[in-house]
């Protein structure tokens, strides 16, 4: 396999273009998204998410027969006005300013990827070879952390797919969505551990969506990710080794 220039180049262009908006809609002025556009970035979605699959994992997970330690479950964006316009009674404990009832207004698509723990708070049934004896400690630690590592990997190639799909893109811890009680509601009990609940933006400042129409009464807030203008240089994080004595 081998890349031209022109490969490279657009590849870069997806790792340096990503960048983290939250868009925050109004959950009682909601966005309704054109019919066409809405079809065409579902496809796109699927797409993406599927070719995410090709991220690097270590260890079978081995979890109703699916080596993969991350497992992803996908709300369109009618869905996600239904989880916005419910979210104050589905939960006691919604704070004032809370965001994401307005982001689930918003976005066209909210993809909600968990990793499977195997060992350290691992869910009932979920240990790989049960009768097996276990792993010393410190290699369960490593094995989770690896599958971890990897559901990471798994977003981050979502992430740059979405980007190359021109749509925008959020990377939320995902609140509420990591408790029972949403997991409850959506009917994924057995789906692990949420590590991220991407919001997808259909309608990233209108670039790349010509004929997108966009019929809420007010635009959706736009708010960049707290860290992005905090990145030291590489010089302060890199440093290349070289090995003079033996
Ligand atoms: C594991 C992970 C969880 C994140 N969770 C949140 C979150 O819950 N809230 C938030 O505002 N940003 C969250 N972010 C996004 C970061 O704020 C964002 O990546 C950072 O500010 C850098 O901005 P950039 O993505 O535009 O480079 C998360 C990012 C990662 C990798």
Not at 135 to 155: G, M, W
């Amino acid at each position: 396999m081998t890349f031209t220039k022109d490969e490279l180049a657009a590849v870069e262009k997806a790792v340096l273009s990503r960048r983290t908006f939250k868009v925050i809609g109004d959950v009682a002025d909601t966005v309704s998204l054109d019919a066409e556009l809405d079809e065409r970035c579902r496809a796109l979605v699927r797409r993406a998410v599927g070719a995410a699959d090709a991220a690097p994992f270590h260890y079978d997970r081995n979890f109703d027969g699916v080596a993969q330690p991350w497992r992803v479950k996908i709300l369109w964006h009618d869905a996600c006005q239904k989880v916005a316009a419910h979210f104050c009674q589905w939960f006691d404990n919604v704070k004032p300013g809370n965001k994401l009832p307005g982001m689930l207004s918003a976005c066209g698509a909210c993809v909600v990827v968990s990793w499977l723990p195997q060992f350290e708070g691992a869910f009932e049934g979920s240990v790989s070879n049960p009768g097996q004896a276990l792993p010393p400690k410190e290699k369960q630690i490593q094995i989770d952390q690896e599958h971890l590592a990897a559901t990471s990997a798994y977003v981050q190639n979502l992430l740059l797919l979405l980007t190359a799909s021109n749509m925008g893109t959020y990377w939320s811890s995902g609140g509420q969505f990591r408790s029972e009680a949403m997991k409850q509601r959506l009917g994924v009990e057995n789906s692990g551990s949420v590590l991220a609940a991407v919001f997808v933006d259909f309608l990233p400042s209108g670039e790349g969506q010509g004929n997108a129409t966009q019929q809420a009464k007010g635009a959706p807030e736009r708010v960049p990710g707290k860290l992005a203008s905090k990145r030291a240089p590489m010089e302060r994080w890199v440093s290349e080794v070289s090995i003079d004595q033996i």
